[in-house]
C-alpha cells in the first residue's frame, strides 16, 4: 500500500443516498467498501458521511500545522485523514504529497522506512534516500542512533520542494510500545517538524490515551491542535455511508437493508467497523437485481455476528488440520497486546512468521478475509481492534492470555530503555560511575513471571536445566533461541548471571559473599542446594571412580577406595532445616542408636538458607544420613552417610593427581572462603566453583566449612558409630589459613560436640558401620 503518492482531487459523482441508482454497474468493478481497512486517498469518490469532518480538519489546517484527531477505537480517525482530509486539502495545496506512518513503539525507524518508501520517486532526493537507507541497515535503537535517524529524516524534510501531509496514525504508539526515554526525544524531532517550511503534521489517537499526548505535546500545543472525533449517529450521515460506495458503482441498496443496518447501528457500541464489513461481505454476496439485500445480511447472522460470519471460512481451515490451532495461538501472539486492561493489536514482522509454514498459510487466509492488513512492507497487523471484541476465537484467547501479554509487552518496553541506558553507559567518561543500565535490569522476581507468560504464549514445553531447579530457568532454556534482542539479553535470568560471575579468579571475596545471599534471598534455584519436589532435602550427586590413598602421618598405611558419589555441596541449612523440624526428626530416637542425642539442636548461626549448615556435632550427622536412608526408602547396597577420609581425600586430592590443593599444587587465595578472604564467617555453598577438583564439579573442598569424616581420628580404620572417640575432620575453613586447607590436611573433634566453622557433606555408598 502506497501512501506516498500526490493527493487525489476531490470528487464523488451526484447521488441520491436515499433511492438506488437504476444505472446498470460495469461489467467487472472491485469491491467499494474497504471492510475493516481504513480508506485510502485514492478512495475518496467512496468515502461517505464525514463530509463535516473532513472540511473541520481541512479549515484548521489552513490556520496551523498541527492537527490532533483523537476519537474512540471504530470512528475512523485514519479514513477520514486519508480520504476526506487529503483529497480536499489538495485543492488548497497544490503538488500535495502525502505520507503516512506507524510508530509501532519505533518511532525514528518507522518514520525513516516511510521516507525511503513512500514519498513520489520523482520528488526524492537519491543522495538523501540512499543515507536514510544506510542509517537504517546500520544502525540499533541506541540514543546515538536515534538522533542519527531524526537529524537526517529532519534534513530529508527540510529540503522536500511542496506541500507534505505527515500522518503519523496510531500514535498511542508512543505511550504503549516505545520506550519513555525514546518518546521524549522522538519529541524533540517533532517539535524540529513543526518549524519545517511546506510540512504539515497530523495524529490520530485512541480517545484512552488522551491525557498522554496532552502531557507529550505539552496542554497548549495540545489544547490548539485538538480535534475530537465523534461516533457518527445520525440516520443521514449513516445513510451515505451505507449506500453511497454502492450507487457509485450503480448497485442498488435495499431501504429496508438500510432502515435495519441504521437501527442495528444504534445499539451497538463500536458499530461503524461491523457495518463496514457487513457492506463488504453484502456486496461480495450482492443480488444482480436488487444489489444489497435484507435478507442476505439476515443469514449473515445480524450485526454483533458479522465478524464470527465472516471467520467461518478461517474457523473451517483451522479445524481441518489440528496443525493449524497451535499455529493460530502463535500467530494471535505476534498480533495481540493489552495496555492495561485493555486488549489491542500490535504490528508484527512479517518475515518470521513467514518462517512457520502453518502460521504462513493462516497468515495468508487472514489477508484473503480482510482481517490483516500491512501497515509497511515489513508488518502484518489484524485490521482492526473489533476484531479483539467480536471475533470469538479471538476475543477467547485474548482473556485467556491477558496477563501474559500485560507482562510481554511491560518486559519489551523494559528491555529497549535498558539497552539504550547499557548505550549511554559505554559513552561515560572512565572516571563516572554511575550505570544507567544496571539500575534498569529486572530482578529474577520480575523476570520469573515474564518468562512463565512467554512460555505460555509459545505453547513450547519447558526444557529442564542440569544446573538450576527453576520453572523460570526450565522456561527460559525453551525460548532463549526465539527471543529477539534486547528482550533475550535482557531477561536473562539472574541466577545465571550470577552463577557466570562466579566463574573468573576476578570475582572478589566480598562480592562472592553477596552473589551469595542475593541467591539466597530468590530461593536460590541451583540444584543440591534446596529441597526437591517431594520437600526432601535435594542432592546433587558427583561420581566418583575407585582409587587408593595414603593418610598424611599414617607411615605406610594405604586405605582402598570403592566407587561412590559425593554430593555437590556441603548439607545446607534449608536442607538440615528439614530434618531439625520434622515430626520424624530430631527427636525421633530411632536415629540415635548407639549416639549422644543431646536435647536441642545447635544454634542456629549464619542460618541463610543456602549456607553450609554449623554447629552440628558428629553424631548430629549420622542421625541425619540415617534419617535421609530411611525417607528415601534405601534398602539396597548403597545408604547415604558421611565420607571416609580417604573417600573424602580422593576427591579432594584430584585422584591420583594428588594435587596439594582441590585446584593445583599451589595456593590461591582467590578460590576458597579462608582467613585470607576476610569474611570472617561462613558463605553460601558453591561461590568458588574454579577451587574445585579436577574429577569433578564438588564444591567447597577447601575452607568455607571443616568437614565430618565418619572414621575415627586416631584409628582411621575404624568407622563403626560409638564412643567417644574423636572423629576426622577435612577441608579447613572460614577462619584457617592456607596450611590448614591442603586436600591431605587432617584435623579431628569430639563427636559429640558443636563449633562454629564445622558442617559435613554426605556419600552415597556402601553402608561400613
Known sequence: MTHGASAPLPGKPAVDHGKASGTAPPAAFGNPYPGLAAFRPEEHHLFFGRDDDADRVVGRLLETRLISVVGHSGTGKSSLVAAGVVPRLAVQRENLSYLRFEPQGRPFHQLAEALCRDLPADQRDRARVDHLRQLLAETGESMPSEDLLAAASLDFLGCWTGPLLLLVDQAEDLFTHTPPASARRFRKLFAALLAVENLQLVLTLRSEFTARLMEWLGEDLFRASLIVLEPIREEQRLQAIITGPAEVLGVPVQAELVATLVAASGATSGALPLIALTLERLFEQRDAE???????????????????????????????????????????AELATVIGEMPTRRAAAIEPLRADRQVGRLVDALRRQGFLSDPDDQHVELAHETLMNYW??????????????????????????????????????????????????????????????LLDLAHRPAVADADFQDPGIAAWRALADTLDEPLRAFLRPEPVLLVEELATDETPHHRREEIGLRLNQMGDPRRGVGLAADGLPEIVWVDVPAGEVQLEGRGSERFPVAPFRIARYA??????????HADDGYHDRRWWRKLVQRKQPGEARWSFQNHPVILVAWSDAVAFC????EKWQLSGPEIVRLPTEWEWQWIAQSGGEQRRYPWADEWHAGRANSHESSIGRTMA???????????????????????WCLNEYHLPGNTQVGGDKARALRGGSWLDFPAELRAAKREYFTPDDRDGDIGFRVVLAAPLE
Not at 572 to 578: D, E, F, H, L
Not at 626 to 629: A, D, G, K, Q, V
Open 290 to 332: 436488487r444489489g444489497l439485500t435484507l435478507a442476505a445480511y439476515q443469514r449473515m447472522g445480524g450485526l454483533e455476528s458479522i465478524v464470527e460470519s465472516a471467520a467461518s471460512g478461517i474457523e473451517r481451515l483451522i479445524a481441518s488440520d489440528p496443525q493449524l490451532e497451535l499455529a493460530c495461538v502463535r500467530l494471535f
Open 392 to 453: 470469538p476465537r479471538l476475543r477467547q484467547w485474548c482473556a485467556r492470555y491477558r496477563d501474559s501479554l500485560a507482562l510481554r509487552r511491560q518486559a519489551k518496553q523494559a528491555a529497549r530503555e535498558w539497552k539504550q541506558a547499557i548505550d549511554q553507559d559505554a559513552m561515560q567518561l572512565p572516571g563516572d560511575q554511575s550505570r544507567h543500565g544496571d539500575l534498569l535490569r529486572w530482578s529474577w522476581e520480575r523476570q520469573k513471571p515474564v518468562l512463565l507468560a
Open 571 to 580: 548439607v545446607t541449612w534449608r536442607q538440615y532445616n528439614v530434618f531439625l
Open 626 to 629: 540415617r534419617w535421609l536412608t
Open 685 to 707: 555453598v558453591g561461590m568458588y566453583p574454579l577451587g574445585s577438583p579436577a574429577l569433578g564439579t564438588v564444591a567447597d573442598l577447601a575452607g568455607n566449612v571443616w568437614e
